[in-house]
């Protein structure tokens, strides 16, 4: 399993911001600071798109930072009861994680069937349609998730 760079340029200052807005939040929240939350907190702003649990457990073995998955777990789980992460399945039974940005600044995701690689892209066109769409169905609609599963470039040319 394979996870693209994330594509999107525009979120890099959004992804910078990210590692101090979560602190704060943290902090608001009552929770003070903890060396292995604050290593998951920076690996997720590093890691960007999409990463499980096992690949931050993963990259914070490597780097002897010594933060077991049960640590990485209770981190994650967290930061999503605080918003401060999106978190998504793409199919294959395990839950994804990425910054959540304050600003609203999100994207949305394509995922290989073949190869299991998971890219991001956004579209201001589709953002535009569920507007639309929710004054139609007359929804105040407060988050939505996009994927789109095919084959990705290099499968469908058979490389
Ligand atoms: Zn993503
Ligand atoms: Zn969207």
Request: net charge negative.
């Amino acid at each position: 399993m394979r996870t693209s760079a994330p594509i999107l340029y525009r979120m890099e200052t959004a992804v910078r911001a990210w590692p101090a807005h979560a602190q704060t939040a943290l902090a608001r929240a009552g929770y003070r600071s903890s060396a292995p939350r604050n290593a998951v907190v920076e690996a997720l702003a590093e890691l960007g798109c999409g990463v499980t649990a096992r690949e931050i457990a993963d990259l914070l073995q490597e780097r002897g930072r010594g933060v077991g998955l049960a640590s990485v777990y209770r981190a994650l789980e967290l930061l999503d009861r605080l918003r401060l992460v999106q978190r998504f399945d793409v199919g294959e039974g395990v839950f994804r994680y990425e910054p959540a940005h304050p600003g609203g600044e999100h994207h949305h995701h394509l995922v290989c069937q073949t190869c299991g690689i998971v890219s991001a892209f956004e579209d201001p066109g589709l953002e535009r349609a569920i507007e639309t769409l929710s004054h139609r169905v007359d929804y105040s609609i407060d988050a939505h998730d996009v994927t789109l599963r095919g084959e990705c470039p290099a499968c469908h040319s058979g490389g």
